[in-house]
């Protein structure tokens, strides 16, 4: 029993060393500096227009939160 437990000890330490060589090797190599991004079109932004309505404004009253939600399902009045 004692060599699988130190044949999984090498296993374990061998995935080490091998995890710490390739992230050193990582770390020599130089990103490469061109950017993916592609230019658009400025005709093609004239048409656009939002894909959903924008979201209804925010409710500063307390006394106006508290009287909204009685509306939502789920919700006892």
């Given at each position: 029993?004692?060599?699988?437990?130190?044949?999984?000890?090498?296993?374990?330490?061998?995935?080490?060393?091998?995890?710490?060589?390739?992230?050193?090797?990582?770390?020599?190599?130089?990103?490469?500096?061109?950017?993916?991004?592609v230019?658009?079109?400025?005709?093609?932004?004239?048409?656009?227009?939002?894909?959903?309505?924008?979201?209804?404004?925010?409710?500063?009253?307390?006394?106006?939160?508290?009287?909204?939600?009685?509306?939502?399902?789920?919700?006892?009045p």
């Amino acid at each position: 029993m004692p060599t699988i437990t130190r044949f999984l000890g090498f296993l374990l330490v061998l995935a080490a060393a091998a995890t710490a060589a390739v992230l050193a090797l990582a770390y020599l190599v130089t990103p490469e500096p061109r950017t993916y991004t592609v230019p658009i079109d400025p005709s093609v932004l004239a048409g656009a227009r939002p894909l959903s309505p924008p979201p209804a404004p925010a409710v500063t009253d307390p006394a106006a939160a508290d009287a909204t939600p009685a509306s939502l399902p789920g919700k006892a009045p």
